[in-house]
T-cell receptor, first 116, second 113 residues
Framework: DQQVKQNSPSLSVQEGRISILNCDYT??????FLWYKKYPAEGPTFLIS?????DKNEDGRFTVFLNKSAKHLSLHIVPSQPGDSAVYFC???????????????FGQGTTLQVKP | ETGVTQSPTHLIKTRGQQVTLRCSSQ?????VSWYQQALGQGPQFIFQ???????GRGNFPPRFSGLQFPNYSSELNVNALELDDSALYLC????????????FGPGTRLTVL
């Protein structure tokens, strides 16, 4: 039972354009969402997060949008740079809060390629 | 500020053996979680340690066990290794139970032959 889904295995965009990565979830009790970036042979690097009480959070070139009614979140990267090429994972805090259990539920990842 | 470190970087074991993986949490962090990432998948939560006790566990059998030490470093032990245990094992730390953001180490790549 995949509670967090990233339905696009890969995405290719031109440098300078917008990258939009999508994530869907099934459990309305999730209360915190995170995006991580992962390069080969490295661990996931935290990018940005959003609480379920918000619908948008920005940090520099990265913006995360949360649509609770649709159980959907997206990560926008503007402008995209070749160094952004990596695998991106969305993750949700398990019901009850990861503050209690430490459990983050991850999607399968989307590989982003930014072409120069 | 020192990030999360893990050792070894990679290792090879044979089926039935036991393995111990190690993790040092980011400075100032007292809570550690372990994840297993199979090829092409997202990380799967194994368990969390806080104040030297396990206080959260995912769907992993008891042959996956752990420890946390007074300096907040942690170990993951896997007994009776199976071929399907081949994966990247990730350690993540956070400041305490009141914070949600977890910071990951580089991982240990385990291959079981």
């Amino acid at each position: 039972d995949q509670q967090v889904k990233q339905n696009s295995p890969s995405l290719s965009v031109q440098e300078g354009r917008i990258s939009i990565l999508n994530c869907d979830y099934t459990n309305s009790m999730f209360d915190y969402f995170l995006w991580y970036k992962k390069y080969p042979a490295e661990g996931p690097t935290f990018l940005i997060s959003i609480s379920s009480i918000k619908d948008k959070n920005e940090d520099g070139r990265f913006t995360v949008f949360l649509n609770k009614s649709a159980k959907h979140l997206s990560l926008h990267i503007v402008p995209s740079q070749p160094g952004d090429s990596a695998v991106y994972f969305c993750a949700a805090s398990a019901p009850g809060g990861s503050s209690n259990t430490g459990k983050l539920i991850f999607g399968q990842g989307t590989t982003l390629q930014v072409k120069p | 500020e020192t990030g999360v470190t893990q050792s070894p970087t990679h290792l090879i074991k044979t089926r039935g053996q036991q393995v111990t993986l190690r993790c040092s949490s980011q400075s100032g962090h007292n809570t550690v979680s372990w994840y297993q990432q199979a090829l092409g998948q997202g990380p799967q939560f194994i368990f969390q340690y806080y104040r030297e006790e396990e206080n959260g566990r995912g769907n992993f059998p008891p042959r996956f066990s752990g420890l946390q030490f007074p300096n907040y470093s942690s170990e993951l032990n896997v007994n009776a290794l199976e071929l399907d245990d081949s994966a990247l094992y990730l350690c993540a730390s956070r400041r305490d139970l009141s914070t949600d953001t977890q910071y990951f180490g580089p991982g240990t790549r385990l291959t079981v032959l």
